[in-house]
């Protein structure tokens, strides 16, 4: 998907804005919903939000454990 794929077009919230802020500690719907104002009006963009944040943290974890592994 691209990074600028308008995901909430209620607020214009695009994946890119949505995949920095897991970056940032993000891990909920709710998390990126108080950082991006996500889903305030019709939330009928919560289901692909909530999809994308998953993806998103699973990534980051993944990248985190793997710095971390090769600092051992």
Do not use: P, W, Y
Request: charged share 25%.
């Amino acid at each position: 998907m691209n990074s600028n794929t308008v995901i909430c077009a209620c607020n214009g919230v695009t994946a890119g804005q949505i995949e920095k802020a897991v970056q940032s500690g993000a891990r909920t719907f709710e998390d990126v919903q108080q950082m991006l104002h996500i889903g305030r009006q019709c939330i009928k963009c919560r289901d692909m939000a909530e999809f994308l944040i998953e993806g998103f943290a699973e990534e980051q974890n993944t990248h985190e454990n793997a710095l971390r592994d090769s600092d051992v």
